[in-house]
């Protein structure tokens, strides 16, 4: 058990002390997509990363992000309603892969936790009241201007039993500490 011990801390230390490639934050912008686009008017996305490169062109770390979905009028059969505004603070393990020059793939997979409650009245939105929690993923496509700025384009999708919180976004990333 103590050479497992030392052994993993060994290579914490090597993973840690080789490429890393740093601390990223972002901000994106979109539109939304599946069950939220019937309530839901934009989505903003603030977000941060930390990155160590595995290889040369792979890089995993963890990720954290905040998304505020404002809310939209919507019209049923005799009245007007304005939909509630879903936020959700989002924690996943992410991954890049440089596939061309400057050209990176990559995707965030993890968890979606409902940031505001939401009552009775929020069902006639299809959103669920009981749990608004679920599993959240996010492809993406990235394109690095330089080693500090990237302009990113992704699907990010919060699974909340049948419910689909999900939009395409635009966004740009900038490196702080590399």
């Known amino acids: 058990m103590k050479m497992f011990k030392c052994t993993l801390i060994a290579m914490l230390i090597t993973v840690a002390s080789c490429g890393q490639q740093g601390l990223e ?3 994106a912008f979109g539109l939304p997509t599946g069950d939220a ?13 930390y990155w160590v490169n595995l290889a040369d062109k792979v890089a995993l770390g963890p990720k954290v992000g905040y998304s505020s ?6 019209v049923f059969s005799d009245f007007l309603e304005d939909a509630p505004n ?29 940031a505001n409650g939401f009552d009775q ?10 749990n608004v929690n679920g599993f959240y993923y996010s492809p993406r496509l990235r394109y690095r201007f330089s080693d ?10 919060i699974l909340i039993d049948d419910y689909d919180a999900s939009s ?3 966004g740009v990333n900038i490196q702080l500490v590399k």
């Open 25 to 27: 934050v972002g901000a």
């Open 37 to 49: 686009r019937f309530a839901v008017a934009a989505n903003f996305v603030v977000e941060g990363a």
């Open 69 to 74: 979905m404002s809310g939209d009028e919507v």
């Open 86 to 114: 879903q936020n959700y603070l989002t924690v996943a393990a992410a991954g890049l892969i440089e596939f061309a020059d400057r050209f990176w793939a990559g995707a965030d997979i993890g968890y979606g936790f409902g």
């Open 121 to 130: 009245n929020d069902q006639i939105f299809g959103i669920p009241i009981e």
């Open 148 to 157: 500090r700025l990237n302009i990113e384009a992704a699907y990010r999708s």
């Open 168 to 170: 395409v976004t635009v």
